[in-house]
């Protein structure tokens, strides 16, 4: 089973009716250059199979006013690995991480960032640390919800249609995407009528259309069953880098209140540095 704690999934958000409330190079992020501007994609950032059991299982013991032990998290998950193994005639310990991914639900991660002119992007602490931090957390501008996801973009030619030839000379690009909260409730009521049908987006590919190239408006519909899922060593291809790309969907600087009280010049501890280290200001325009 993974060794990973499953809230670090709590803020990563989905298609399905939890998902309707929110309505670098590695580190090149998607952004388009006209309007007009067409691409073919597919969402690729999946969670495993045990995460998205354990995810399932806190909603419908939070709905009858529980909260799920250690105990009753770890059956949750290994009895989802363990019909996964059985699905695929292997043991849980024979499971790869590819293996685990559920492929039937996209996912996207969902933060709270503020932006303020000296101090770039940061994520928000606000609420996290107790009154007397949020009183210097008030002191930038009011922080704006984001979603991030990673993106397969298949090459195509102008007018977005698929260059098949393209594909056998791996001409493809994965790049993660970050957006803000009307977007996200696009993809949402997108997925939402696909699903009355029997489908999902995470079946689909989709068009993106640039309607403003200022503030990356960009037009989300999806155009047919997922290409890079028809074939087996293509799936296994695009999965296997897809993976190492799922660390670093966060693109924003990480700061403790303490850090954030030295850079606004209030006091604190000496010789303090940002967290990631990196200042991404000039590649992440405002949504």
């Given amino acids: 089973m993974a060794d990973y704690d499953y809230g670090d999934f709590e ?4 298609l399905d009716a939890e998902g309707k409330q929110h309505f670098k190079a590695r580190d090149e992020w998607l952004k388009m250059t006209a309007k007009g501007q067409v691409y073919r994609a597919a969402f690729l950032y999946f969670h495993p199979f045990d995460a998205n059991a354990v995810a399932a299982a ?20 290994r009895k989802s690995l363990e019909a996964r193994a059985q ?21 996207f991660k969902k933060m709270q960032a503020h932006y303020s002119e000296g101090v770039g992007f940061v994520l928000s602490r606000l609420g996290k640390d107790g ?42 690009r994965l790049i993660p995407w ?29 068009k993106l259309e640039c309607k403003d190239i200022q503030f990356q408006k960009i037009a989300v519909s999806f155009v047919g069953p997922a290409i890079w899922q028809k ?8 999965l296997s ?11 924003f600087r990480e700061m403790t209140t303490d850090q954030l009280r030295a850079k606004l010049g209030l006091g604190g501890p000496a010789g303090v ?15």
């Fill in 273 to 287: 540095q940002d967290v990631s280290g990196g200042d991404y200001t000039e590649l992440l325009d405002q949504v």
């Fill in 241 to 251: 880098q897809a993976i190492s790309f799922y660390p670093k969907l966060v693109p």
């Fill in 87 to 107: 699905a695929l005639s292997k043991t849980v310990d024979q499971l790869t991480d590819i293996d685990k991914l559920d492929l039937s639900s996209v996912h």
């Fill in 131 to 172: 009154v007397d931090a949020d009183s210097i957390w008030k002191r930038l501008p009011e922080p704006k919800l984001y979603f991030t996801t990673l993106l397969l973009l298949y090459p195509t030619d102008r007018e977005g249609n698929l260059d098949k030839e393209g594909i056998k000379r791996q001409e493809w």
């Fill in 11 to 14: 803020d990563d958000v989905g």
């Fill in 231 to 238: 074939s087996e060593s293509f799936k296994q291809q695009i």
């Fill in 178 to 206: 970050r957006f803000g909260k009307q977007v996200y409730e696009d993809i949402w009521k997108q997925n939402e009528g696909l699903r009355e049908n029997g489908f999902s987006l995470a079946g689909q590919d989709i």
């Fill in 58 to 77: 806190r909603v419908a013991a939070k709905k009858e006013g529980k909260t799920l032990s250690k105990e009753e998290i770890v059956a949750v998950a």
